[in-house]
């Protein structure tokens, strides 16, 4: 491996570091949240849902747009909108628009649980990488023809 590889890999650990300290951070804050907003115990699990559902539908939405504009834009994109809303998270009225919030960071961290490991996988030459590469791409291949095609 090169001095690109080790840049390229440390500025992914680095976005995966803050997109997961965005996704911790609510473990912490429900409670608090909870006692400052007078909040019932369902209403300050939202804060986690809303997450997780951003992430999920993020996941979706990042895998075309970086088809579309290419996985450098996507990167970008991922590292704004989760701090964009990240920051604006702290400046919340009350908890609707906190969860209105917490989804768009969702769907930040979202596209960095898929992009950040296509852009590391494409520019990491090794064989840990290969191994992992060719097994997320057996996954797509039909049960009964696994055997025969790889």
Not at 27 to 56: C, D, H
Not at 105 to 124: A, E, P, R, Y
Request: glycine residues 12%; charged residues 10%; hydrophobic residues 50%.
């Amino acid at each position: 491996m090169g001095r690109f590889q080790y840049l390229l890999i440390s500025i992914c650990g680095l976005i995966q570091a803050a997109t997961a300290c965005e996704v911790m951070i609510v473990g912490f804050l429900m409670p608090e949240l909870r006692s400052y907003w007078n909040l019932a115990a369902w209403q300050s699990a939202l804060i986690g849902t809303f997450v997780l559902l951003g992430k999920f539908f993020g996941a979706f939405v990042w895998g075309f747009v970086s088809d579309k504009v290419g996985r450098r834009l996507g990167i970008f994109g991922i590292i704004l909108l989760t701090a964009l809303f990240g920051f604006a998270s702290a400046f919340s009225p009350n908890i609707y628009v906190l969860l209105a919030l917490r989804f768009g960071v969702g769907l930040g961290v979202g596209g960095d649980s898929t992009l950040n490991k296509l852009v590391q996988n494409k520019f990491s030459y090794s064989l840990h990488n290969t191994v992992v590469s060719f097994t997320l791409v057996s996954e797509f291949v039909p049960t009964a023809k696994r055997s025969g095609s790889l």
